[in-house]
């Protein structure tokens, strides 16, 4: 397998993916959530670039950040 699919970022988005179609939501509806997920974690981890770039010390807030966001958006 490619390396660049072993970072912790594509464990985030396959939960994501999994939890928006648990929820009843559509893939566009994932998405949204992941968009808006990933704008928050640039915002409040003040990180940016790539996600595959972002720091494994920052891994387990961006877990958080994507509950919070998928929780929001699914009301």
Do not use: C
Request: no cysteine; charged share 35%; proline share 3%.
């Amino acid at each position: 397998m490619d390396k660049r699919f072993e970072h912790p970022w594509f464990g985030i988005l396959a939960w994501i993916k999994k939890n928006a179609e648990e929820n009843g939501l559509t893939q566009d509806d994932a998405r949204i959530i992941i968009h808006k997920t990933i704008l928050t974690i640039r915002k409040e981890l003040k990180v940016g670039g790539n996600m595959t770039d972002l720091p494994k010390k920052h891994i387990a807030a961006a877990k958080e950040i994507a509950e919070k966001v998928l929780k929001d958006y699914s009301g």
